[in-house]
């Protein structure tokens, strides 16, 4: 992932949104997502996201964060997502 991300947030109710979604997504949780473009991932928390500084492409800094989704169908499988990118997080249970 690096210092940098498509997309940074520096308003309040920005990273308001992105640090509610992270306290969401527990260590090993199991979860279903549904993502801004309708898309849906679902498997397991790998690690807690942790809401971080980056750039963006143009330079600004702000916050945004990234999880990393063990794929339910196939574990081997991992999906690395914005959390700004998240709609919705549906809790289905623990690994």
Do not use: K
Not at 3 to 9: I, L, N, P, S
Not at 47 to 59: A, E, I, K, M, Y
Not at 61 to 81: K, M, P
Request: hydrophobic share 40%; no cysteine.
């Amino acid at each position: 992932m690096g210092q940098f991300a498509e997309q940074v947030y520096t308003r309040q109710e920005d990273i308001a949104r992105i640090e509610a979604s992270a306290t969401q997504l527990h260590d090993e949780a199991w979860v279903a997502l549904t993502l801004e473009d309708g898309g849906t991932v679902e498997g397991v928390v790998a690690v807690r996201p942790v809401v971080q500084t980056f750039r963006d492409p143009q330079g600004r800094e702000g916050i945004n964060a990234v999880v990393r989704i063990d794929d339910a169908g196939d574990q081997a499988v991992a999906h690395y997502i914005w959390l700004d990118r998240i709609r919705e997080i549906r809790h289905l249970g623990s690994s």
